[in-house]
């Protein structure tokens, strides 16, 4: 199976920053990779697939890049309402893994 | 617009069984790969299953193959989660999600809301 990890696992961070989260796999996984966006008790938001394709409605200060095994997720200008925890999933071959999950709270 | 709903969560004694089903609307239903996913409280995202568009293709995480089966109903815009066997650590939110694309890629797009199955005795 792919393992995927995340870092930093957790982050703190004011409204207007610039945020990078990184996700890894263990293996070759071409562009094979979702970031998703989950709060406490709701149900997770997909944001990018494709490594760098935003989903339709997902605003353009969310970002993504990368190829092959090393992937990052970036957030431009942090608002109120990006405080979340991010995860990153491959779905290059079975069984589809996420990673851990990058909670952003508020400094 | 899409809609996916979850229903079927609930209590559940350790080895028994529950089936969760998801309602699906707002799309052609027939024409996707459907997944679920499960959240257990305090961990993060697990994939469970998809299941092809058209029932050709199933597939499992380890951790529930050969307990857990997905099927699909399309005349009825369903697919469903049969769940045998249930654990402890089976306990979590499970959420269904489409595929954005028809087809065999399996990048998501929609989630539903997710339902609650807590196994205990």
New interface residues.
């Given amino acids: 199976d792919i393992q995927m990890t995340q870092s930093p696992s957790s982050l703190s961070a004011s409204v207007g920053d610039r945020v990078t989260i990184t996700c890894r796999a263990s293996q070759g996984i071409n562009n094979y990779l979702a970031w998703f966006q989950q709060k406490p008790g709701k149900a997770p938001k997909s944001l990018i697939y494709a490594a760098s394709s935003l989903q339709n409605g997902v605003p353009s200060k969310f970002s993504g890049s990368g190829s092959g095994t090393d992937f990052t997720l970036t957030i431009s200008s942090l608002q109120p309402e990006d405080f979340a925890t991010y995860y990153c999933q491959q779905y290059y071959s079975y069984p589809f893994t996420f990673g851990p999950g990058t909670t952003v709270d508020i400094k | 617009q899409v809609q996916l709903v979850e229903s079927g969560g609930g209590v559940v004694q350790p080895g028994r069984s529950l089936r969760l089903s998801c309602a699906a609307s707002g799309f052609t239903f027939s024409s996707y790969g459907m997944?679920w996913?499960r959240?257990a409280p305090g961990k993060?995202?697990?994939?469970v299953a998809?299941i092809s568009y058209d029932r050709s293709n199933e597939?499992?995480?380890?951790s529930v193959k050969g307990r857990f089966t997905i099927s699909r109903d399309n005349s009825k815009n369903t697919v469903y989660l049969q769940m045998n066997s249930l654990r402890a650590e089976d306990t979590a939110v499970y959420?269904c999600?489409k595929n954005?694309y028809s087809g065999d890629s399996?990048?998501?797009?929609?989630?539903?809301?997710?339902t609650l199955v807590t196994v205990s005795s």
Avoid: M, N, P, R
């Fill in positions: 997944h996913v959240k993060g995202l697990e994939w998809v597939y499992y995480a380890d959420y999600a954005k399996h990048a998501v797009d929609y989630w539903g809301q997710g």
